[in-house]
């Protein structure tokens, strides 16, 4: 596959999924390593760019990870795990299985609505049951309410993936990974990834653009 981005270390963090949130979030943003979320890949189309951070460290039993976004409107509305959270203020996550085929998703709202599956393709989907979602901590500046706030807005969702919602019993050696910002039904639609992606329209399910992102040690 393509490693467009070339290859980004991520630090090890011990015990980092047993931070509150606001000490996360401090912790990815100082110590984690920072993806830019720029790529604008159909700016003709879709010419908002929002600017938008992304922060990786791991531990022993998780991945973790902090967005940061800055933006002209976030509207957050849907308030069911599972649902249509890409048409919102939405942040996300998608790693190469490495137990096998296929790849995961992992689709944050503003206020902390999340969609998670196995997926072999876009319309081929395995969504996470509540018991599996409940595995995955995800915090946001924003209570879990609707929002739709027009104006200069900041905010920022973290979430701590445990390996083992990969098949993994720790950190790999590397994965395969794209990051994503989307908005498809805010008032300037936008999709921006890290890994550049060549396709004519919108589209961030495509593991063949992802990039790389590999362990240091512990």
């Not at 409107?73 to 190469?96: I, L, P, Q």
Request: net charge negative; with cysteine; glycine share 6%.
């Amino acid at each position: 596959s393509r490693k467009l981005s070339g290859s980004m270390n991520v630090p090890y963090i011990a015990d980092i999924e047993h931070l509150a949130a606001d000490s996360l979030r401090q912790k990815l943003a100082s110590e984690g390593t920072a993806f830019a979320v720029g790529c604008n890949n159909w700016a003709a189309d879709y010419p908002y760019t929002p600017t938008v951070m992304a922060y990786l460290a791991y531990s022993k039993s998780s991945l973790a990870l902090l967005f940061s976004v800055e933006e002209s409107h976030t509207k957050a509305v849907e308030m069911e795990d599972n649902g249509r959270v890409w048409e919102d203020s939405c942040v996300e996550f998608f790693v190469k299985n490495p137990a096998g085929e296929g790849y995961y998703n992992f689709e944050l709202n503003a206020i902390g609505t999340l969609l998670a599956a196995y997926r072999t393709s876009r319309e081929c989907a395995d969504h996470f049951t509540a018991e599996q979602l409940a595995q995955i901590a995800r915090y946001t500046s924003f209570d879990h309410a609707p929002i739709d706030i027009c104006g200069d807005n900041r905010w920022w969702a973290a979430e701590l993936i445990p390996f083992s919602i990969l098949g993994l019993s720790a950190a790999p050696a590397k994965l395969a990974v794209n990051l994503y910002k989307c908005g498809d039904k805010l008032a300037q639609p936008h999709f921006l990834s890290w890994s550049p992606i060549t396709l004519d329209k919108p589209n961030f399910h495509c593991p063949e653009f992802f990039g790389e992102i590999t362990f240091c040690n512990e």
